[in-house]
């Protein structure tokens, strides 16, 4: 059974960072692509970062762009999401997610099969 556990999320000031991951077992090889969404209370889930396991491909949120990086390490079947210069309306559950389809849209939870439960992050001004 595939498993993906997230962890480093927390409740920081203004302008703070996080650095979160997401660990993946039960792959028996590694996914294609990973994924980075989010949620707050009242609102739609949100694409906020994506990165492909075997090319140098990364995505992201126009929301977040310029102030979080997705990164991974394949051999360890990890993901990470570095979050800088964060803002209150940051806040929200953060997910981690994968797939292994041959084609995706990024921003599709659909196109992601195993979701992990979910970090808080919450900022305060």
């Known amino acids: 059974q595939v498993r993906l556990v997230e962890s480093g999320g927390g409740s920081v000031q203004a302008g703070g960072s996080l650095r979160l991951s997401c660990a993946a077992s039960g792959y028996t090889g590694s996914p294609k692509y990973w994924g980075w969404f989010r949620q707050a209370p009242g609102k739609e889930r949100e694409g906020v970062a994506a990165t492909l396991t075997g090319a140098e491909f990364t995505s992201y949120a126009d929301s977040v762009k310029g102030r979080f990086t997705i990164s991974r390490d394949n051999a360890k079947n990890e993901v990470y999401l570095q979050l800088n210069s964060l803002k209150p309306e940051d806040t929200a559950l953060y997910y981690c997610?994968?797939?292994?389809?041959?084609?995706?849209?990024?921003?599709?939870?659909?196109?992601?099969?195993?979701w992990g439960q979910g970090t808080q992050v919450t900022v305060s001004s």
């Open positions: 997610a994968a797939g292994t389809g041959r084609y995706f849209i990024w921003t599709n939870p659909s196109d992601y099969t195993y």
